[in-house]
């Protein structure tokens, strides 16, 4: 059992306690809209099929990064800065001219450091409540995703 990965407007995260008993024993687990696929994350145990989706092509573009590229999605960011100035470059950046590793990287930072996880309409913004996001432990926290999403 992990956590998700990026935060995502509308996630399940603190749901999931009260979601997962619910579910019925099964032999295919699907995430037709997975967003941040906190229900996927979070369940004990892994189903023999699984199956995650999502109309975002930067969102799967990440799941499918850390699933197969994660040590090279962790070096994009060794020099990297939380700041307001490389939030808004970041933005500027065209997800287009970049490789899907890089994309992932934009991506996963810019849901990092936007106010509320928002995808779309994104403003910087740092929580007050809990630490920003630790850029030198990236791996450490990706680990689990990892293994999770390796199964997929």
Known sequence: ??????????????????????????????????????????R??????????????????????VQNHLEEFVRQFKWALSSRQVFEWQKMTRPETLTDIQRAARFFYLQHHAFAGKVTGQTFGTATTAPTI????????LSAAWQRLSGT
């Open 1 to 42: 059992m992990s956590t998700p990965i990026i935060p995502w407007v509308g996630g399940k995260r603190r749901l999931a306690d009260r979601l997962i008993p619910l579910f019925p024993p099964h032999e295919c687990y699907v995430e037709v809209f997975a967003g941040g696929a906190a229900l996927y994350f979070m």
């Open 44 to 65: 004990p145990q892994a189903a023999p099929v699984e199956v995650l989706n999502h109309i975002n092509g930067d969102l799967v573009t990440l799941y499918r990064v």
């Open 134 to 141: 630790n850029l030198l432990r990236i791996e450490e926290n």
